[in-house]
């Protein structure tokens, strides 16, 4: 019998793949879920860090619309050019209380010059959409 971790999601890809954490990449990770490290599965040598520039990427997990705007503004000038930042808020299947939605997450970042490119499944609480610099913006 094969079993899915837990961490894995619906795909079976660990949670740090669908992310784009890859090896020596430079990651902050905010508010998240106790058993964080847990659900990203058997990552290595991603360095977490609470530094405030240059960054590979960084994930939010919140459920306020006023703090999520705020984080898109002040995280969007702390990654590189062609990082990401992946936010992170209750599914409807959870039926747990969340101001947010992927609307209101893709509404703040065009009007940033950031755009979403993907989204996908943490676990069964947290859903997360991915926020990058448009293009032209880099």
Known sequence: ???INKASGYSGTPLYKKLGMKPHSKWKVIAPPRDYHELLGPFDQIDFSNEAADLDGI?????????IEKYMITLSRQIKKNGCIWFSWYKKSARLPTGITEDILRDTALSL??????VCSVD????????????ENR
Do not use: P
């Open 124 to 135: 069964d609480h947290w859903s997360a959409l991915k926020i990058v610099w448009r293009v």
């Open 1 to 3: 019998m094969t079993m």
């Open 59 to 67: 994930h939010v997990f919140s459920n306020q619309t006023e703090e």
């Open 113 to 118: 010059g950031l755009v979403d490119v993907k």
